[in-house]
């Protein structure tokens, strides 16, 4: 697979500091947004978080609710999907463990081009990471992905509510709704 860019809006990693800058333990949550083949670009719009636990995206995000969220999510028609996962790293460093490693490989499982969003709210710093598969070692490693930061569209209300739908439907499958 050839190499893609991501592209986020600057609102989104503001709000991803500043709800995980609230906490001292590691916070995680979702990424939403689409693939734009022409352009070769993962194009974030939004994201969702899980309740104050560290487990949210990891472990509490069982692969079965992954792809049922996925699938209702298409299934409305809306533009966007799961296409990633972010987790804070507070003061240790921007990097990949194992355990990020395997949870990686499930997100690449189930969306090809997933990727996940590392972020240091005490450094105010952030990558993004892929899993690619190293022939000669047969195995898979961990690698940056370039990024470009946009600002907020014009169009933001229509995509506000094409979102928020999204939104209420992920909160619901979660279990923070009823
Ligand atoms: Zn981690």
């Not at 609710?65 to 966007?80: P, R």
């Amino acid at each position: 697979m050839s190499d893609f860019k991501v592209s986020t809006p600057e609102q989104v990693l503001s709000e991803i500091f500043d709800l995980t800058s609230k906490s001292k333990k590691e916070v995680g949550g979702l990424l939403l947004g689409r693939f734009e083949k022409q352009k070769n670009i993962l194009s974030i719009s939004d994201h969702i978080s899980g309740p104050q636990s560290s487990s949210f995206a990891r472990v509490s995000l069982s692969d079965e609710l992954l792809v049922q969220a996925t699938a209702e999510i298409a299934e409305k028609g809306a533009n966007v999907t799961i296409i990633g996962w972010y987790h804070s790293h507070p003061g240790m460093g921007l990097f990949m463990s194992s355990v990020d490693v395997k949870t990686q490989k499930r997100y690449q499982s189930l969306f090809p081009e997933a990727v996940a969003l590392v972020v240091d709210p005490i450094k105010r710093s952030f990558k993004f990471f892929r899993l690619s598969y190293d022939d000669n070692l047969k195995k898979e490693y961990w690698k940056e992905v370039a990024y470009q930061l946009i600002e907020e569209k014009k169009s933001k209300k229509k995509k506000e509510r094409e979102i928020n739908s999204v939104f209420r439907k992920l909160k619901k499958l979660l279990g923070q709704e009823k």
